[in-house]
């Protein structure tokens, strides 16, 4: 189930594809690059699991301003961080979906509502969501995605989720799943198998 | 769009040639004001005193606390650590055309502790007012949205209080972004002035929580456009036997303001003396122990001076008055001159456009949910359509 106390954002736009969030958070709880969350939708119905695969913070002159200041009091630094109303955007691409316990890896069929809320993944859903790779080809199908990079993000996120013992053995399978769909482009498997094994 | 431009744009160059030209001739009376500031310093308190008298009650000027008129005083260090706390408001006003009758008051608060190296404390506190008690005045009127104004500003300085109080004893400085003065006791009459003069004692009892505290007490005027040292330099220029209500008003500085006179008198991060406020409302200021003094701030690297008014519980002590000016010049260091604390405060109160049309949405959903119908006036329906234009796209 979802975590409660995990939530990470609300939605702000959205798709089928994917959806982007946007939240207040103290560093430590800002969303990872390749972790994986969860968007509420059909009225709390299903669940479309994302893969965040951008994470951006805007700026405005206020920001740009401190930051050009050299002589910057320490607190007026550490309000810039810890207080101004800045969020923290980030976009995540859908890779399945859940109704009750079960999962489905492939586009939802509704996407989320703009303000739904957006949970980080529980390790036990990140395991029981990545016992089949049925998800890959919707990574590898995305263009403009750094899908090498962040497919092994994701999958190392998903053996971190696992008993030590189970982690060497998943990220073989896994390494040998991209290897069937990237045949036709090998710089980019061997980029994803470098970054898997190191 | 509606507005021509081609039509306004020869208005918009004519209007910034006249600009152009009454700036140049300001600029050739400055010096004059200058020179009047300099030769009026070491004025005999009897002379001075013998003037204000002839010049009157209404007399809209500056009275001088000590007779060095055109000194430039240099900022003490700052002691740390110093509590700063800064409040600012922002309000949705009634509207008789939305679909219900309520208004606003949101406001932002900062507590800065200078020397900490710690985040500040941010707050963002809106508060919503639809009763019929709150809405309407004791003769069914509306209230106007001076009231609201009024509400505002003492939002603002009960906030001030709040703060300043959860430091009790501590070195602490307020500030407010604006002058002291509460301006809805002149501006309303009749039925409205009990309304009004139960909001000037409830703002009252802020700035006296305030002093309680023992916390320094401080509004920041950015640009401001008075003329009170100016007036006053024009008395002093008055032989006393002339000094009439005609004569005072034929200035010779009209059109310069105080900020353009201390440019050219004060040095960066210098402060003028202090003065008290020559106003008619600042007697019931006087008389609730909070009379309005004020002096002109140049901030390190920025060529214009603000006005910063004090209590003269303020401006009468060394070390609160040393307060006030090293906290200012600390917190200008990043903000071009102007406070941090009243930059950031000013964020978290400000409502936008798009955060009242949510509010309005809100209201009409709360209204929805509770049986009723909420319809908006017909005018504001048909301002709705003619202004959601919407661009064709395939």
Redesign the interface.
Known sequence: MTDKQGLIGRVTRCSTRGFVGAIRLPEPEIPVFGGYCLAEAQQGGSQVIGLIYDISIQDDE?AR??AA?E??????L??G?????VPVEFSALAVGYRVGEAFHQHLPPQPPLTLAPIYRMTPEDVRAFTTSFDFLPLVLSTPQLPADHLLAAALQTASEARPAAERRPFLIDAGRACARLMAGDLPQLQNLLRSLTS | MSLDLPNLAPQIQSAGAKIALEMAALGERLPQAVGALRASSGIDSETLQAKLARAGDRWPGAIPTTDDLAKSIAPPALQTPLHVFGADGSQIPPDRHAAAMYYLINIGSLHYIAGSGRAPSASSTPSLYSGNEELYLEDGGLIGSEIVSARRDIAEMAELARLANSCHGEPSLALLDNGLILWLALQVQGQQRKSADALLKEYLHGMDSIRRSGAALAGVIDRPRHANVLALLHLLDLPLDKIDTDRLQATPYLGLTDRGLFAQVLAEGHRSISFIYASPINRDFKAAGHEVAFFYYRPPGVKDPMRVEVPTWVADSPELMARVHSGLVEQGLTTAGFPYVLARAHELAVVSQAERQTVAGLFEESLLAHGLHPERSHKQTAKAWLTSRRRHSL
């Open positions: 206020f301003q401190m200041t002589t910057a009091p320490a607190e007026v550490a309000d961080q810890a207080n101004r109303q």
